[in-house]
């Protein structure tokens, strides 16, 4: 049995977060993988160790005195060592002088500076932890990704595996054969240039995630603060209902639209590779957690979540016969290309088109350059945009074997004096995506969690 286990911020944010980590991993020593993230914060008005780094970095991009930015995160990694009584003063050193070695790096030109602050929040978390795990019984590496074989493409704070790296990271199994455990910092990779490159913010679930699958591990472990996931935002919801096990089709489903427990890019590896995923809590660590694997093993409901999630709009376009014109759909979409806009949902009809957006991808500048193309090229009846939207997306693998879930979710709406703007399921009947105004969001989920859970 070999395991992968990552922890969070929240996980790694003290001392005292630092000593039950270390008596999770001394627990069950088939844990011979483990993925960190940065130090979190210790309290609700405390800083996280990336966002003083993006602080860091601001500063020297500006030409300011970076001085106390510096001071502040290795005085945090070194509040965090005192704590645990850690004697290698080598590991401490090598820590501060890579923060203060950042501010030589090239402004100019250097695509992948801001990735390389970031990154080193992970990078010298690994460096600590490993030491901490020596002084206390655990034979324990520190593995750098370059070192790990987690080479990525060149797209700074977005990267992707390369399809060549697994055959490198599995060599990480010759390592553990000798009993010593991997201490892997997650969120970032390294380009063929040996450039520092991130995977998108929360990436470290990621790195666990190809971990898992370079190394054929039986089971990725992602611990966290919450006992798992839950059918609904406990911020919306009061004790929601627990879920135990969901595929991964329903877990990419709920982390796109709003669960925020996991990555929804750290499911596609495990995936791949078939690994199952349980999400755990590091501060109640016998807790069964929530499973994610390929297909149910147990019986369970048509619904199993209910996700949401604002800030998107919509870019809507109507024309009489649109359906006749050849082409029309490819056109619209390849403006949006041009101007650098991804498009999430794109619900139609035989003379409309709306195309979903998040609504960080877009200026008052982009969308009026936006309308004035489109008006141009295919001269539309109707052209404009709709802001301040949100999605609710109903899951469950099991809807398509019962029939009227759509039907029930749409009454509790309308009963709820919920107006949906938009309604679209896909083929795979998973997921049903409901398009409100924002302002309706949290009584719409309310309105469904009372419909499919009470």
Known sequence: MTKVIKFGGSSLASAEQ??????????????RFVIVSAPGKRHADDTKVTDALIAYHAAYKAGKSVAKEQDWVVERYRDIAEGLGLKDEDVLRDIAYNIHELASLEKTGNDFLYDTFLAAGENNNAKLIAAYFRENGIPARYVHPRDAGITVSREPGNARLLTNSYEKINYLNQLTEAGETLVIPGFFGVT????????????????????????????????????????CNPKIIDNPAPIHEVTYREMRELAYSGFSVLHDEALVPAFRAHIPIVIKNTNNPKHPGTRITTIHEENYAPVV?????????????????????????????????????????????????????RSRFLTPDIEKAILSRLAETLHPDELYFEHDLSIIMLVGENMKAHIGVTARAAKALSDSHVNIKMLTQGASECAVMFVVKNKDEESAVKALYQTFFW
């Not at 630092?18 to 844990?31: A, F, H, M, N, Q």
């Not at 919509?314 to 290309?337: A, H, P, Q, W």
């Open 18 to 31: 630092l000593e039950k980590v270390l008596g999770i991993v001394k627990t069950d020593r088939t844990r």
């Open 192 to 231: 063929e240039k040996d450039e520092i490159c991130t995977f998108s913010r929360g990436g470290s679930d990621i790195t666990g995630s190809i971990i898992a699958a370079g190394v054929k591990a039986d089971l990725y472990e992602n611990f966290t603060d919450v006992d798992g996931i839950f059918a």
């Open 305 to 357: 979540g209910i996700a949401s999630d604002d800030g998107f709009t919509t870019l809507n376009l109507s024309k009489y016969l649109l359906n006749r014109e050849v082409g029309f759909g490819r056109r619209v979409l390849s403006i949006l290309e041009e101007m650098g806009v991804r498009w999430e949902h794109m619900p139609t009809g035989i003379d409309d088109i709306s195309i979903i957006i």
